[in-house]
């Protein structure tokens, strides 16, 4: 294991302050299902945890391929964890293609434990191994454990009467068992969710605990002069409450759901499935005791216009996909603005263009978010950190979309959507009421209706159809100012299109906070989404050094909060880190005209900390032109990469 994970030479015990762990096979053996019931056990021992699943975008790539390896790292710890890890502490490897494609990630000094069952000549051959790296000097910088998973979960299910493939399926079991075992964590709630799971089949569920307690006792009986050690992770401190793990998946439901319950409105979802889009769906389908409504529609077209034709009657219409859903979606969107309806956008970001990279991260959205739509039609736009605040931006797009008759785009990325983290539930009763209103007389003078009559806010009234002496025209031609009348007169366009623009930019917004650090000085590291975990920690450490430089997170894109500009302008040098080619540095450099820098990263992979360290060390280095305007290389070494073994 890594240094900080070690037992010392004199005995005593190890308590490191975080490791980061990443558990890595084929598609098919589990490991996704591994390090989720691993990051549970995380959850229940107390410590602070951040998680990143990483899968190929193949359906099903041939067993034992480069091109089929599924990885799952998490990183916990006794203080605050904010990002998965740059690196891995401990690699588990199932296969030679999972230990091919993941080595380059391990710390030197790291502990990799393999399947060397799986080490046969026709896998070394299908991950490219001109021989075998467990008998040569591949793994001499590394702490190496060599077992036979496959044949101790073999027999450690023969009392089952499962023949060797059905038994092979429980090795992830085996496995977790051990890793459990490593980290001194409590095998009764994996046997709980396992009789669960499987209540309908209660003999598949005793083999899988058998397996379970066979990779656990074989970590307590086996006494080994190598490297496996137990090490235990102090709990990190928490402020008393109720917790759960939460992915932003759930993070996104769980909101949209407490949004419209605030709003007294009951939802409707419409929506197509969509990576990494679709587990938003898979959540919300269970909640309908909370008056939802879900709907999985034959495309992204009619998901959405049948959400806006929710609204219409009086629901809160809510729709979700990727990039290149909501690019099918446009049109609607443009109808939803037109209409002056409320409408939530989720937009789960993956790389582009086109399909692009269906399970890589990437916030290349930007731009389609608060610009990619025909004629004037402007939107909000609100971005999630992480998991936790997917929920509250939830809530607030659903507050936005209410309070001022207007389609919300909220953004996460596949990182937030996939990743967990530990989740304080809130106090019910700490969120602001906020009852939706419905026109219910007419509102103009002399007994006339005026559904685009404007309150203070520049929102139109809302009239559920069917309300007695409320007949009223909505639609995609430009209506009348007050009336709806159709009017395609000059003047008339221009006041409505003056209207809508005017509309979204009042928007109350809270003002800008600065998230690491003080307002002013030499450097200030601007940022949005999910970037916030390694900026965060990036920031802390360069101050820990010394630097003047803070972190400004953004929530919301578009409006852009009231006192950003004077914020900004109280720093020598603004940099902007992405994963796209600068979108957000763009938009701040035409709002206000400051030089911000970007510093870009378009690999599919999230920022690591050290490469916003790297950067942020440029601007106090006294090398005149030696900050800003990078572009961060594409890192083999971080997430599986079958081109850097494999060119």
């Known amino acids: 294991m890594a240094s900080a994970a070690k037992t010392p030479q004199d005995g005593s015990s190890s308590t490191p302050e975080a490791v980061v762990v990443r558990f890595a096979g084929d598609s098919g053996d589990g490991m996704q299902l591994t390090g989720g019931q691993f990051t549970l056990s995380t959850a229940l021992a107390g410590n602070d945890l951040a998680t ?15 091109f089929g390896v599924s990885a799952f790292q998490i990183n916990f710890g006794s203080t605050d964890v904010d990002t998965a890890g740059d690196a891995p502490d401990v690699l588990v490897a199932m296969n030679p293609a999972a230990l091919k494609t993941n080595l380059p990630a391990l710390k030197p000094g790291g502990l990799v434990i393999v399947d060397e069952g799986e080490f046969g000549k026709r896998n070394l051959d299908k991950a490219k191994y001109d021989a075998n790296p467990l008998e040569d000097d591949t793994l001499a910088k590394y702490d190496v454990l060599k077992l036979d998973i496959s044949a101790r979960t073999i027999e450690a299910v023969k009392p ?15 496995t977790l068992g051990l890793a ?11 046997h709980d969710w396992l009789k669960a799971k499987f209540k309908n089949k209660p003999e598949i569920a005793e083999a899988n605990i058998a397996a379970l307690d066979a990779g656990h006792a074989y970590g307590e009986t086996a006494e080994l002069a190598g490297p496996l050690r137990q090490v235990h992770v102090d709990p990190v401190p928490t402020a008393p409450g109720l917790y759960r793990t939460l992915t932003g998946a759930e993070g996104i439901a769980l909101g949209l759901v407490a949004g419209a319950r605030l709003l007294r409105l009951p939802m409707f979802f419409g929506g197509y499935p969509i990576t990494p889009a679709s587990a938003i769906l898979h959540h919300l389908v269970r909640m309908k005791e909370f008056n939802v409504t879900t709907f999985q529609a034959e495309d992204e077209i009619a998901a959405i216009c049948a959400a806006i034709g929710a609204s219409y009657a009086g629901s809160l219409g809510v729709t979700s996909s990727s990039g290149p859903g909501i690019a099918l979606k446009t049109e609607a969107i443009g109808l939803g603005i037109m209409t002056e309806l409320p ?6 970001q993956r790389g582009g263009p086109s399909t692009g990279l269906p399970t890589k991260t990437e916030q290349s959205d930007l731009y389609q978010a608060v610009y990619g739509r025909n004629g ?33 785009m909220l953004l996460t990325d596949g990182y937030i959507a996939n990743a967990a983290e530990p989740w304080k539930v809130p106090d019910p009763e700490g969120f602001e ?26 929102a139109r009234p809302w009239i559920k159809p069917g309300t007695p002496g409320l007949t009223h025209r909505i639609g995609g031609i430009e209506k009348a100012v007050d009336t709806g009348h159709i009017d395609y007169s000059p003047g008339n ?15 109350r917004v809270r003002d800008q906070q600065v998230s690491v650090g003080t307002r002013g000085g030499k450097l200030a590291v601007v940022g949005w989404g999910s970037t916030y975990g390694p900026i965060h920690q990036a920031v802390n450490r360069a101050r820990r050094k010394g630097l003047d430089v803070s972190h400004i997170h953004l929530r919301h894109i578009w409006p852009l909060p009231a006192n950003l500009e004077d914020l900004l302008k109280s720093y020598d040098k603004v940099l902007v880190p992405e994963m796209n080619t600068g979108q957000l540095k763009t938009l701040l450099r035409d709002q206000y005209l400051i030089d911000a820098q970007p510093l870009t990263k378009t690999s599919g992979q999230p920022f690591q900390i050290a490469e916003l360290e790297e950067a942020i060390a440029t601007y106090f280095d006294g090398i005149p032109g030696n900050a800003g305007g990078e572009e961060v290389a594409p890192n083999d070494e971080q997430l599986p990469s079958v081109k850097a073994v494999n060119p």
Request: net charge neutral; glycine share 4%.
């Open 160 to 174: 089952f009467g499962l023949g060797n493939k059905d038994a092979l399926r429980s090795k992830n079991m085996w």
């Open 180 to 190: 459990l075992w490593m980290f001194d964590r409590d095998r009764k709630p994996i």
């Open 433 to 458: 009421r906020m009852p939706a209103e419905f026109l219910t007389e007419k509102n103009g003078p002399d007994d006339t209706l005026l559904p685009y009559k404007r309150d203070e806010k520049g």
């Open 493 to 507: 366009h221009q006041a409505m299109t003056d209207a809508r623009k005017d509309k979204i930019e009042g928007i």
């Open 343 to 348: 409408l939530v956008i989720v937009n789960s």
């Open 52 to 66: 990143f699943p990483d899968f190929p975008a193949e359906i099903r790539a041939p067993q034992g391929t480069l």
């Open 376 to 408: 004037d039609a402007p939107m909000p736009v609100i971005a999630a950190r992480s998991p936790a605040d997917a929920f509250e931006c939830a809530i607030e797009a659903c507050r936005i979309a209410v309070q001022y008759m207007t389609p919300v």
